[in-house]
């Protein structure tokens, strides 16, 4: 996250307060409220989620994830485990970051190239394989 790197130095304590509690207490995967939560918690911190709000199933579950994280972060009962938790937070923040924005690229790439195709062709991604496999 270029832009996002630290924001703890964009937000008043009590405005990271706020989208610390937020994103805690999410309501679980499996109820109904999970997804209109999710899309509450963006819509309130858009400067999060900015990189990462179209990611589908793979958005929900980083969400899922960083949130179990955080309320380990909560409920650690000393200093140095309360550390390693955020430091794992950020960690996986950074990755999801990272492999969210390779699926972005590459379906771009995908959109692109259908672009080159002549009208009524789709794609077979299969087929180079198949033409080198039997060059042999």
């Given amino acids: 996250m270029k832009n996002n790197q630290n924001l703890a130095t964009k937000y008043t304590p009590r405005r990271a307060e706020e989208l610390l509690q937020f994103w805690a207490n999410l309501s679980d995967p499996g109820t109904q409220d999970f997804k209109s939560d999710v899309a509450s918690l963006v819509a309130s911190f858009p400067e999060v989620f900015s990189e990462l709000r179209e990611g589908g199933e793979d958005f929900l579950r980083s969400v899922w994830g960083l949130r179990e994280n955080l309320r380990k972060v909560w409920a650690a009962t ?3 485990e309360r550390e390693w938790y955020i430091y794992e937070l950020r960690r996986l923040h950074s990755q999801h970051v ?13 959109r692109e190239a259908e672009k080159l195709l002549p009208p009524g062709k789709t794609p077979d991604l299969a087929q180079p394989l198949i033409d080198l496999s039997s060059a042999r």
């Fill in 98 to 110: 990272k492999l969210l924005g390779d699926a972005k690229i590459t379906h771009a790439l995908e």
């Fill in 78 to 80: 000393d200093l140095r």
